[in-house]
């Protein structure tokens, strides 16, 4: 199983670049190529389309729907609700979506300026793609300037950090909602809740996602609907009236604050590590679910959730996000294997070695929230390499809110 998931996806990925950036000829076998991957291989490859995010916004769809290859996702112009924060921060001043307030800038002394007109905690983020890693939720100016400095003067993560975003600080329960949208109808998914610190109690630097469980308890019916109606519908309508029509998965990212829930980000993909969590809970085909997305039809497609909790814990290479050795191999029990996706790793002969700061994901689901923990971590344990490290509380959060709640 997980042989065929990393060989799958690296022999999709291949001939997507190569039908993208060869000849004629080259494309038209590439073409062909992936005709049969998608065919063959995409069903069981769906969670690694958040590691396809980034094809998505060089132009993935265009490509191949200008080559007649049916496609799941948003084309380039809407892929820049991700790709540029600055962007997704302007459409919602402009459209009224709540979200935090923020400034843009391109100057390190007008950034640090700012930073100490506001004092902190302030959020810094680098207007591009940094893989997870372009947020610093800095508790001193002194922090917050810092990672101005890191971003714009030592281009920490290159033309990505060259603008910043510096916004208020938030608080309350943060809620991840993926949801399937053909630029008109959305339909939300089982909502999720990811743990972005790398360090228990949510210390440290952010990450990718150190872990995720669905469905996310905080997360109410009522809430859902005032999102649905503020924010959802909202962003959709936003992204048509801009001439770029948003279909595929749109991500939302929220924070449900003291006056609302508001925005804290956009991703144009299925998110890493909730899709681990809230796929595996999609009682409705995948496929057809996709297939009315890309055409427009949407309204008249039935998708349904289970009742049931995910887990899915991250493994990691001890020491990410900053400094971390890899190339150890992995090794792990066969009832582990049918449960964990591959990230940062990679095949050497026979082996599989750690390529990576997030190096797997183990997902468990169950009838409930603590029977999904225990059984992740459970599998967890049987999956080792030289520096693996985890989180320990993964799904405590939701447990406490869900008590407190009654």
Same mark, same amino acid.
Request: one cysteine or more; proline letters at 5%; a negative charge.
């Given at each position: 199983?997980?042989?065929? &998931?990393?060989?799958?996806?690296?022999?999709?990925?291949?001939?997507?670049?190569?039908?993208?950036?060869?000849?004629?000829?080259?494309?038209?076998?590439?073409?062909?190529?992936?005709?049969?991957?998608?065919?063959? =291989?995409?069903?069981?490859?769906?969670?690694?389309?958040?590691?396809?995010?980034?094809?998505?916004?060089?132009?993935?769809?265009?490509?191949?729907?200008?080559?007649?290859?049916?496609?799941?996702?948003?084309?380039?112009?809407?892929?820049?609700?991700?790709?540029?924060?600055?962007?997704?921060?302007?459409?919602?001043?402009?459209?009224?979506?709540?979200?935090?307030?923020?400034? =843009?800038?391109?100057?390190?002394?007008?950034?640090?300026?700012?930073?100490?007109? %506001?004092?902190?905690? !302030?959020?810094?983020?680098?207007?591009?793609?940094?893989?997870?890693?372009?947020?610093?939720?800095? %508790?001193?100016?002194?922090?917050?300037?810092?990672?101005?400095?890191?971003?714009?003067?030592?281009?920490?993560?290159? %033309?990505?950090?060259? &603008?910043?975003?510096?916004?208020?600080?938030?608080?309350?329960?943060?809620?991840?909602?993926?949801?399937?949208?053909?630029?008109?109808?959305?339909?939300?998914?089982?909502?999720?809740?990811?743990?972005?610190?790398?360090?228990?109690?949510?210390?440290?630097?952010?990450?990718?996602?150190?872990?995720?469980?669905?469905?996310?308890?905080?997360?109410?019916?009522? !809430?859902?609907?005032?999102?649905?109606? /503020?924010?959802?519908?909202? /962003? !959709?309508?936003?992204?048509?009236?801009?001439?770029?029509?948003?279909?595929?998965?749109? *991500?939302?990212?929220?924070?449900?604050?003291?006056?609302?829930?508001?925005?804290?980000? *956009? $991703?144009?993909?299925?998110?890493?590590?909730?899709?681990?969590?809230?796929?595996?809970? =999609?009682?409705?085909?995948?496929?057809?679910?996709?297939?009315?997305?890309? +055409?427009?039809?949407?309204?008249?497609?039935?998708?349904?959730?289970? /009742?049931?909790?995910?887990?899915?814990?991250?493994?990691?290479? $001890?020491?990410?996000?900053?400094?971390?050795?890899?190339?150890?191999?992995?090794?792990?029990?066969?009832?582990?294997?049918?449960?964990?996706?591959?990230?940062?790793?990679?095949?050497?002969?026979?082996?599989?070695?750690?390529?990576?700061? &997030?190096?797997?994901?183990?997902?468990?689901?169950?009838?409930?929230?603590?029977?999904?923990?225990?059984?992740?971590?459970?599998?967890?344990?049987?999956?080792?390499?030289? +520096?693996? *490290?985890?989180?320990?509380?993964?799904?405590?959060?939701? =447990?406490?809110?869900?008590?407190?709640?009654?």
């Amino acid at each position: 199983m997980m042989k065929r &998931r990393f060989f799958g996806y690296a022999a999709g990925a291949a001939l997507f670049l190569l039908f993208l950036f060869s000849s004629a000829d080259a494309r038209q076998g590439a073409a062909d190529g992936l005709r049969l991957w998608g065919t063959l =291989l995409v069903p069981s490859l769906l969670p690694y389309f958040a590691a396809a995010g980034l094809l998505t916004r060089l132009g993935a769809v265009d490509a191949l729907s200008a080559a007649g290859i049916p496609c799941f996702g948003p084309d380039k112009k809407a892929a820049v609700i991700e790709a540029s924060k600055a962007f997704s921060k302007d459409l919602m001043k402009k459209y009224g979506i709540p979200t935090a307030k923020y400034e =843009l800038f391109t100057e390190v002394d007008a950034a640090c300026a700012y930073i100490d007109s %506001q004092g902190a905690p !302030i959020v810094v983020k680098a207007d591009g793609l940094a893989l997870g890693k372009g947020v610093v939720v800095a %508790q001193t100016v002194e922090e917050a300037k810092a990672a101005v400095r890191s971003m714009i003067e030592d281009k920490a993560f290159g %033309q990505s950090g060259a &603008r910043v975003v510096i916004e208020e600080f938030m608080e309350g329960p943060e809620v991840s909602v993926l949801s399937f949208t053909d630029g008109e109808t959305v339909v939300p998914m089982v909502s999720s809740m990811d743990h972005k610190c790398v360090l228990d109690g949510d210390k440290g630097p952010n990450t990718g996602g150190m872990g995720t469980i669905a469905p996310n308890p905080c997360y109410t019916e009522k !809430i859902a609907d005032e999102c649905m109606q /503020t924010i959802f519908l909202p /962003t !959709i309508r936003a992204m048509k009236a801009e001439g770029r029509p948003f279909k595929g998965c749109l *991500y939302f990212g929220l924070m449900l604050t003291k006056d609302g829930p508001k925005v804290v980000e *956009y $991703n144009c993909r299925f998110g890493d590590p909730e899709t681990q969590v809230v796929l595996p809970l =999609l009682k409705s085909d995948l496929l057809t679910v996709m297939q009315a997305t890309t +055409n427009g039809t949407l309204k008249d497609v039935p998708v349904e959730f289970s /009742t049931d909790s995910a887990c899915c814990v991250v493994l990691a290479s $001890n020491g990410y996000p900053k400094k971390y050795e890899s190339g150890f191999p992995i090794t792990m029990s066969e009832e582990a294997a049918a449960h964990t996706y591959v990230a940062g790793a990679k095949k050497d002969g026979d082996r599989l070695l750690t390529a990576g700061g &997030r190096v797997l994901g183990v997902t468990a689901v169950a009838p409930t929230l603590e029977e999904a923990v225990k059984e992740a971590y459970r599998l967890s344990s049987e999956v080792d390499f030289a +520096n693996k *490290y985890c989180r320990s509380d993964i799904g405590s959060a939701a =447990l406490a809110a869900r008590e407190e709640r009654g």
